[in-house]
């Protein structure tokens, strides 16, 4: 009989998932609510369905509004053209509010005003500012950054924001820190994926200082030249387009500067498959798949995935060095 092995990226997105987080995914999909199955059954109808109505419906509640479009920055260019609007705000990873990718429509409760930042740990200062106090003091532009989820997919998206230097020069860390952690919010209420026991709420990620203050490392507020909506992790979200995508924490409520390394949310869930560094490196395969490749949302193509995710002329110094470090993974 022929046995016909499929190759890692061959792999249905459900077996691109950890294991143990797949099983407890589907008793999470059966236990929450019948309803997100039958949006994930029909992806089309729910992009149709939401075509401009959440970025529409985002910025005219949003008091940030009149921020955007914030000016292009055009040091940052792409090799492919950007992703659809409306695939990027409808095809989504937020575990909070379920473990399928049509969380859009769900991610629509949580409630982004008021929403605060806290600054704390080793800083000369703690503070907890108001987003919207936050976004007067910090100089808004856009860039065009591409985005490799260690699922094998990518897309290409403009996100507004600002660099992550001016956010830790805001905060003020002691010469001692040497990393910064940051968390998402955590309300099961609202976010029902947060009633799920087994994984580690909140959702943290965490950055070296020299990771932080990389010219790369970008604190995203908007997207397609409006506020940023909820499904993309509004008001407040992380891209470090040289990582994996799970390393671009969403909706952050704290920032922790520290000594210690922070372990990550991933990382606790499953440390074999996901480590702190998460450099996209294609000759590194994750254990259950090849990352040789990436799926470009919104074609058919598959195109080979770069070093760095081809940011290596930005990032690469910050490795030179680091020694025995998992530091693709
Ligand atoms: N942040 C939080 N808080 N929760 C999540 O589940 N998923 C991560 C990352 N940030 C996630 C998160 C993953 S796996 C990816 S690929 C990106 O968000 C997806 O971002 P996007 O939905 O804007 O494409």
């Not at 199955?37 to 970025?55: F, H, K, Q, R």
């Not at 982004?112 to 003091?137: C, H, N, Q, S």
């Not at 996209?280 to 195109?303: C, F, I, K, M, Y």
């Not at 995710?309 to 993974?329: D, P, S, T």
Request: charged fraction near 25%.
């Amino acid at each position: 009989m022929l046995i016909k092995r499929k190759r890692g990226w061959e792999l249905k997105e459900s077996a691109a998932t950890p294991d143990r987080v797949f099983h407890q995914r589907r008793a999470l999909i059966k236990a929450v609510a019948a309803g997100p199955l039958v949006i994930a059954a029909a992806p089309l109808l729910a992009t149709a369905a939401c075509g401009d109505e959440d970025g529409e419906a985002t910025a005219g509640r949003d008091p940030s509004a009149r921020l955007y479009p914030a000016p292009r920055n055009p040091r940052y260019r792409l090799d492919r053209p950007l992703t659809d609007k409306a695939l990027a705000t409808t095809y989504n990873n937020f575990y909070e509010f379920g473990s399928h990718k049509q969380i859009w429509r769900d991610a629509q409760a949580l409630p982004i005003r008021p929403w605060t930042v806290t600054v704390d740990g080793m800083v000369e200062k703690p503070i907890t500012i108001a987003i919207d106090d936050l976004l007067k003091r910090m100089p808004l532009e856009e860039r065009l950054y591409r985005l490799r989820c260690v699922e094998a997919w990518s897309m290409a998206v403009p996100w507004s924001g600002f660099a992550m230097q001016a956010f830790v020069d805001f905060a003020r860390p002691l010469s001692a820190a040497q990393y910064v952690r940051m968390e998402t919010f955590l309300d099961p209420d609202v976010a029902p994926g947060q009633k799920a026991f087994w994984y580690p709420w909140p959702y943290v990620e965490g950055l070296t200082i020299a990771e932080a203050t990389n010219e790369l490392a970008f604190l995203v507020t908007g997207v397609y030249g409006q506020p940023l909506p909820k499904q993309n992790g509004a008001p407040l979200r992380l891209a470090v387009p040289w990582k994996y995508g799970f390393k671009s924490i969403k909706s952050i409520v704290r920032f922790t500067f520290t000594d210690r390394r922070p372990v990550t949310f991933w990382e606790e869930v499953q440390p074999r498959e996901y480590g702190f560094w998460a450099n996209v490196n294609p000759e590194v395969p994750h254990p259950r798949w090849s990352q040789a490749t990436e799926r470009v949302l919104g074609t058919d193509e598959r195109v080979p995935t770069r070093l760095y995710n081809g940011y290596g002329e930005f990032v690469a110094h910050l490795y030179k060095g680091v020694a025995g470090e998992r530091l693709f993974m």
